[in-house]
């Protein structure tokens, strides 16, 4: 951030009165710009045993394969959000069920949150995002070519908790960036 | 929004290419400014039979009840930032527990999640947000005196679970501005 969005002067980083951290301020109009972490919104979408993943036509990972999740959008809710990624990104209409994970990815200042989904019926298609979109059994799922860690961590706690009958939420934190 | 953030040049609010819905978008170096929720972190946090409440020194809603509760900083997990805040607003160190409250204000294009907490000690203040902080029992608490509807929500589901012996989560919708 160089400028102020409100007036175009130029912003200088301090810590405003009161405040323990460095923010940008405006050197002309005083408004202090917060940044804040970015909520990424998916879910599992289950059709009987089989769960739908998408393989990503953009980068980052372009290639590799993710759960349907995306940046959720100012007047939706976290369900709203999940299911309209699903639709976007594998053409693919969910009901969304119970929560499943919350993954605070703090290094790169974004929480994913995601959620149990049932798929209504075994529709489904490479939105613009994706190069392919399929159901997978969980022995068919490519473990060593997912996307992102938060969908690991997802994937594999909706498996153990299904084995197990259950229906539960994780929270998990990644704090590094993973080299890929 | 007027200006960009990065160049200083002005932004025109236009629906990018392959995208759904309006963004500010630069004039000059063509970056697009994405607006998304903020979310806000908050506990109930508990001490024998008694839950911790701020009156609120700042606007909105000066001079009225609420949870400890604010904006998550970036670094932050969802857990830190509601420990912070009742750090910050209450001058008392929790443990935070399990998910209580999910609630999507879509309006204000906010999440506000709350968790259960464990006061460590019946040790607290007022912070610089705070005019007073207090422990009451349910009978006590200001119901008519809350600051928003999402305070009311989280503590009506804590003191139903928690005579029920339970431990549920809770999504809600907030469509609309309340009318103070």
């Known amino acids: 951030m160089n400028f102020c969005s409100h007036c175009g002067s130029p912003v200088v980083s301090k810590i405003p009165d009161g405040d323990q951290v460095p923010r940008f301020v405006c050197t002309n109009c005083g408004l202090i710009h917060y940044k804040n972490p970015l909520l990424v919104l998916g879910c599992v979408p289950e059709w009987e045993d089989k769960i739908l ?3 990503r036509a953009i980068e980052p990972r372009r290639g590799y394969w993710t759960v349907p999740a995306g940046f959720m959008e100012n007047g939706e809710t976290m369900q709203h959000a999940a299911a309209r990624e699903c639709q976007e990104e594998a053409l693919a209409t969910v009901e969304i069920g119970s929560l ?9 200042h974004q929480v994913h949150v995601m959620f149990r989904a049932r798929l209504l019926a ?13 159901l997978y059994t ?19 706690k909706f498996f ?3 084995s197990a009958g259950r229906d539960d939420y994780h929270f998990t934190e990644l704090t590094r960036p993973i080299k890929y």
């Open 53 to 55: 993943l998408c393989r």
């Open 100 to 108: 499943l994970a919350v993954v605070n990815v703090t290094h790169a």
């Open 122 to 134: 075994p529709q489904f298609g490479a939105g613009t995002e994706s190069l392919e979109v399929g």
């Open 138 to 156: 969980e022995a068919e799922i490519p473990w060593t070519d997912l996307a992102f860690p938060s969908g690991e961590f997802t994937l594999r």
């Open 160 to 162: 153990a908790d299904r």
